[in-house]
């Protein structure tokens, strides 16, 4: 049998956790914005913008496709990795779900890669994207659930509010079994 990875939650600043990885809900361009991808960049200084830079020019001269994710450097933050994943901008009309599962699994999947036992994600989507929070949360938590797996010990919601808080631990309540 294999061993569930925890998960926590965590109301404050992804910026000031301490995890192996830690998720950036960044947008295509790599190359920095405003809400938690503005922190990311901003506390952990330069050196990540120059590996996302590096990495547009060696891989993503496109940019990263929605539901994608990949790892540069943490700088100074208390981690070894940042993973940067685009989370979709919300749509009344079209069902976009699939890929905000998708960023949460394809983000665990590299950081398992990455030999990372301890993962901190965002409430991605949920801010500029416009991702009611109770949806976001469902899926987020729904999607972790089945997809974190060894080396990954703990999966950590850092959830900025005291609103998006509420949200992921109903979710969580809903789906603890
Ligand atoms: P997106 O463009 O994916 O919506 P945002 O950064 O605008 O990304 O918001 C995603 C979520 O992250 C929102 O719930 C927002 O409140 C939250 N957030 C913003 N800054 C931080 C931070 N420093 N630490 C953790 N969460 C944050």
Avoid at 8 to 23: F, P, Y
Avoid at 30 to 49: F, K, W
Avoid at 127 to 151: F, K
Wanted: proline share 4%; glycine share 10%.
């Amino acid at each position: 049998m294999t061993t569930r990875p925890t998960i926590t939650l965590v109301q404050g600043d992804i910026t000031e956790q301490h995890a192996d990885v830690l998720v950036n809900a960044a947008n295509s361009s790599l190359l920095g914005g405003g809400g938690v991808d503005g922190a990311i960049h901003r506390r952990g200084g330069p050196e990540i913008l120059a590996a996302c830079r590096d990495l547009r020019a060696s891989h993503y001269g496109k940019g990263l496709q929605t539901g994608q994710a990949v790892a540069t450097t943490a700088g100074r933050l208390r981690a070894e990795h940042v993973v940067h994943t685009v989370g979709p901008v919300w749509s009344r009309t079209e069902d976009r779900s699939a890929l905000l599962a998708s960023c949460y699994r394809e983000s665990l999947r590299v950081a398992s890669e990455l030999g990372a036992w301890t993962v901190a994600f965002p409430a991605i989507s949920t801010g500029i994207y416009g991702w009611p929070l109770d949806d976001g949360a469902r899926i987020a938590v729904r999607t972790v659930r089945e997809s974190a797996s060894p080396p990954i010990i703990e999966v950590r919601f850092v959830l900025y509010d005291e609103e998006a808080y509420a949200r992921f631990d109903e979710a969580l309540t809903a789906w603890t079994y």
